[in-house]
């Protein structure tokens, strides 16, 4: 499944991953905001920082208000494949060295991966809430509401 990334234009911030953002909007059919708004949740560590959850969180918005086409996935759904699972996996050690994460389900990490959630599943107003509240806990800062 892996592409081949010496073409990636304008940084090397997806050569590190075997499963890439594009992987999962084939694999569960989104649309363009749903694919976009992945993408930037998935790279801001190694790309824009907080201007890209800024621009997921901005993406959701312009989704919730303009209510595309989007094809709903249940938790069953997504569990019944392992790409997700390893996609997130690829995500997490890199999250794991970043922060304090421990087990509490109240960390930055659980955001993230509910961020990701809510965006395959459509749910954007979720994906909203998820996103601004991974950003106060990870970067410790006030998003828009």
Excluded: C
């Amino acid at each position: 499944m892996k592409m081949n990334n010496s073409q990636e234009v304008g940084g090397n911030h997806y050569e590190r991953f075997k499963i890439e953002p594009v992987h999962l909007m084939v694999t569960y059919s989104l649309n363009w905001f749903q694919g976009e708004a992945l993408k930037y949740v998935s790279r801001h560590w190694f790309k824009g920082k907080e201007q890209d959850l800024d621009k997921a969180y901005h993406i959701m918005e312009m989704a919730k208000t303009l209510d595309p086409l989007t094809v709903k996935h249940t938790m069953d759904q997504l569990d019944s494949g392992s790409i997700l699972r390893d996609y997130v996996a690829q995500y997490w050690s890199k999250m794991l060295i970043d922060a304090d994460f421990g087990s509490n389900s109240d960390t930055p990490g659980q955001y993230w991966f509910h961020s990701i959630l809510s965006i395959i599943m459509g749910e954007y107003k979720m994906a909203m809430e998820n996103i601004k509240t991974y950003k106060d806990k990870y970067y410790g800062t006030e998003s828009k509401d």
